[in-house]
């Protein structure tokens, strides 16, 4: 009877699978079998060995690399047998390094993580430890027969439907190795997977600059797809890979069911006693890369505070009621929401992670932290029109992990870090300490704002964190990454650098990690997603009411 897994690499990535068999080793205790040629017994027929694996295994882990590929043994002896269709395996292809797997054999098969992040891509101890979790997992559900998306062209599951294919040559069109539940997903989801692979391709590009008749509204379904890269348009095989391993993962599919709302708040005037808003609120629809209007748009006026700035208390109350009705908008709809609150400088600081949320009655009313994912965004951001291609430069940068953070020296100088928006090496802005009592308060949050850094977190007012729990906050959202000294002799500790692959995920990433990471209560974080922004012609018609 066939079991196990056969882990397939060249004798060049001996660290990397060293430290892989490190990680699943408690899955051999639980009696997982799991074979290598270090397996091998000193003496033995080695030849004989590997094929009787190859023959029992049932999963079979390629460690991708530049040396895996050019392996005459590899290349001639087990990818024929484990490639073999009769062999009805699970191939899981594992990128170690950067290499042209897309020319060969596998690149038709399912990678566990893109190929643009290969592992000898992760800096961070903390960083690769993850990944090789991940891959474990993998592995085991693998075994289990549990793992759904296999991406094996030979998969009954995942084989692409030719007749749904508009092409003569259907077989040859650019998307045949995606599988024909794609033909059956929401547009939305086909849409959202598409663009979450292009934005981690090509993190610095606008999809419309790389495909300019790309279409940009309406119903983007399938047959859409493939009527738009067929024809000899072709599309990149590393878009490609990374669109398969996006729409393999089921919790990718659900989080691109994830639709963003959106509450806009712009102050309008202040009085002493208190300030003036307008607000719209938007929904995001993936067609048009944007918001569009959700129908409700008004004006509040909320108590300031001794500082001069909005009371919270009050404007918690009256914006949590305008969101109970906007999430009331899509409640019958097969959809998570997401929530983004544009809030102005006077509103930055509020508790919004305190603001109440309506469960299924007003009786009971939970923290908004607690329902679903939110982030907070800067309304006025968007009326810098100027200086939005230097966000979208150090979007870019953070996405790629290549930024740095705000300097500490620079942090609490206002006039200097205002200064730095047009720096694109500082993308990230963080602080353990609340904003100094010797500091404008309302000064500092407009350097923040206007320094264009696309992530910022800071703890909420009359809070100060330990600098250990700002550092277990960051390794919790993954948002920081070490960087070994220059010199093998240094003595000095790791840097590191601020680093997001996916942006987007980060609301969800906070809203799961709270519950083991308390002190992410306690944190301010602003985020900026350029490429998801209200339409500006809304904008404009909501700026001058």
Not at 76 to 82: G, H, K, N, Q
Not at 310 to 333: C, F, H, P, T, W
Not at 431 to 456: F, K, N, T
Not at 519 to 545: F, G, K, W
Request: net charge negative; with cysteine.
């Amino acid at each position: 009877m066939r079991s196990g897994a056969f882990i397939s690499y060249s004798h060049k990535d001996k660290d990397w699978l060293d430290q892989l068999e490190v990680m699943i080793d408690p899955l051999k205790q639980i009696g997982l079998n799991i074979w290598s040629d270090t397996s091998i017994e000193p003496g033995s027929k080695w030849l004989q060995d590997i094929s009787e694996a190859l023959e029992r295994a049932t999963v079979a882990v390629l460690l991708v690399s530049p040396d895996f590929l050019t392996s005459k043994f590899i290349r001639e002896y087990e990818l024929p047998r484990l490639l073999d269709a009769s062999k009805g395996l699970t191939i899981l292809c594992v990128p170690v390094r950067p290499c042209m797997h897309e020319k060969t054999p596998i690149g038709a098969y399912h990678f566990v993580r893109s190929p643009a992040s290969p592992l000898s891509k992760l800096s961070g101890r903390y960083q690769r430890e993850k990944a090789l979790k991940e891959i474990g997992q993998i592995i085991e559900k693998a075994l289990n027969g549990n793992l759904q998306g296999s991406f094996n062209p030979q998969s009954d599951s995942l084989a692409i439907s030719l007749a749904s294919l508009t092409s003569p040559s259907a077989a040859q069109h650019p998307l045949a190795t995606l599988g024909k539940c794609v033909a059956q997903l929401d547009p939305t989801i086909i849409h959202a997977s598409f663009q979450q692979a292009f934005s981690r391709c090509y993190p610095s590009e606008a999809l419309s600059c790389r495909y300019p008749d790309f279409p940009a509204s309406g119903r983007v379904d399938w047959s859409v797809l493939l009527a738009y890269f067929g024809d000899g348009r072709g599309i990149e095989p590393e878009l490609l890979s990374v669109w398969q391993q996006i729409l393999a993962q089921p919790l990718d599919l659900a989080v691109s069911r994830q639709v963003p709302l959106a509450l806009v708040l712009r102050q309008t005037g202040k009085t002493p006693d208190a300030s003036h808003y307008a607000y719209a609120t938007f929904v995001h629809q993936w067609g048009n890369g944007g918001y569009v209007p959700a129908g409700e748009n008004g004006s509040l006026v909320i108590a300031n505070g001794e500082d001069g700035l909005a009371n919270g208390e009050d404007a918690v109350g009256k914006v949590a009621e305008i969101l109970d009705r906007l999430l009331m908008s899509v409640r019958d709809q097969p959809v998570k929401p997401m929530v983004e609150i544009f809030a102005p400088l006077s509103l930055l600081e509020v508790a919004w992670l305190e603001l109440l949320k309506v469960s299924d009655d007003w009786e009971n009313r939970i923290p908004l932290r607690e329902a679903m994912p939110f982030t907070i965004r800067s309304s006025d951001r968007l009326r810098m029109a100027n200086k939005l291609p230097g966000l979208k430069d150090k979007h870019g940068q953070l996405l790629a992990g290549l930024g740095e953070w705000i300097p500490p020296d620079v942090v609490w100088d206002p006039s200097q870090l205002q200064a730095k928006h047009d720096d694109e090496r500082l993308v990230a802005l963080r602080c353990h300490e609340s904003v100094p009592e010797a500091i404008d308060r309302e000064r500092w949050l407009q350097a923040v704002v206007s320094s264009m850094v696309p992530l910022a977190l800071w703890p909420v007012k009359g809070v100060e964190l330990k600098e250990s729990d700002l550092r277990d906050c960051l390794r919790e959202l993954d948002l920081s990454a070490e960087e070994s000294p220059s010199t093998a002799d240094s003595v000095s500790p790791p840097a590191d650098r601020p680093i997001c692959p996916d942006l987007d995920a980060l609301p969800r990433k906070r809203w799961q990690a709270q519950f083991t990471c308390p002190s992410l209560r306690q944190l301010n974080l602003l985020m900026e997603t350029p490429d998801r922004l209200p339409l500006q012609a809304v904008l404009v018609a909501h700026s001058s009411t």
